[in-house]
């Protein structure tokens, strides 16, 4: 089944304390995204990748870092997690880029920072 | 000024009614143009791409305005199940590549 695989669904952990959400896609796109959802501020882009070794900076970067090394995996890291990064957050993914093609994504994270 | 900007709603239509979206767009560079549904607390899933031309899809016709900068979604007939959030995105190229969202219009569907 053709899908978007993120990891952990949820997760509750302590300001500071480094954490990884993954993120997998079985579709063979190149094209990789994260997002984060806010109430009354919908989508925000934070980084995404057009292809391996290639990473982008999105609209909300700040606190992230995120990796390419294989088509398939596109991990976001928070080095060190703030009360202010508690949020939804979506992987996505598409065949050459949201320009040409619909964007699939993951169920979704739930991550809170106490 | 937001990007994409959307009224949040909620809309609360009875069955069968028809109901209308719109959505403004601030970059006239934007190049490509969706409207995503979202199920409560669920991922955002593609409902149609949207075309100068305009383009239907069953119940549904979504409708661009470059001149103007908005789009629109026409839901006939609505369902219950139609009830979610509608996101409209834009897509554009400024150096890099970028997807925009709005934050969603709610509509309700009432029996």
């Known amino acids: 089944e053709a899908q978007v695989t993120q990891n952990p669904r949820y997760l509750i952990t302590v300001t500071g304390k480094k954490l990884t959400v993954t993120c997998s896609q079985n579709?063979?796109?190149?094209?990789m995204s994260w997002y984060r959802q806010d109430p009354g501020l919908g989508l925000r882009q934070i980084y995404y990748?057009?292809?391996?070794?290639?990473?982008d900076k999105g609209d909300v970067p700040e606190g992230y870092k995120v990796s390419r090394k294989e088509k398939r995996n596109f991990p976001l890291i928070l080095e060190s997690p703030s009360p202010n990064q508690t949020s939804l957050y979506f992987c996505?993914?598409?065949?050459?880029?949201?320009?040409?093609?619909?964007?699939?994504f993951g169920e979704g994270s739930r991550l809170t920072v106490l | 000024r937001k990007e994409v900007e959307q009224d949040p709603g909620p809309f609360n239509v009875p069955e069968g009614a028809t109901v209308a979206f719109n959505c403004t767009y601030s970059?006239?560079?934007?190049?490509?143009f969706f409207w995503y549904r979202q199920d409560c607390r669920k991922e955002p899933k593609l409902l149609m791409s949207v075309y100068s031309s305009g383009n239907e899809d069953g119940r549904f016709t979504a409708q661009l305005n470059r001149a103007s900068q908005y789009i629109s979604l026409l839901i006939r007939d609505s369902k219950l199940s139609d009830s979610a959030t509608y996101l409209c995105?834009?897509?554009?190229?400024?150096?890099?590549?970028?997807?925009?969202f709005g934050a969603g219009t709610r509509l309700f569907v009432k029996a």
């Open positions: 970059n006239s560079a934007s190049q490509s």
């Open positions: 995105v834009v897509n554009l190229l400024t150096g890099g590549f970028k997807t925009i």
């Open positions: 579709m063979n796109h190149e094209y």
């Open positions: 990748s057009m292809n391996v070794e290639v990473t």
């Open positions: 996505a993914s598409s065949l050459y880029g949201g320009n040409t093609g619909e964007l699939f």
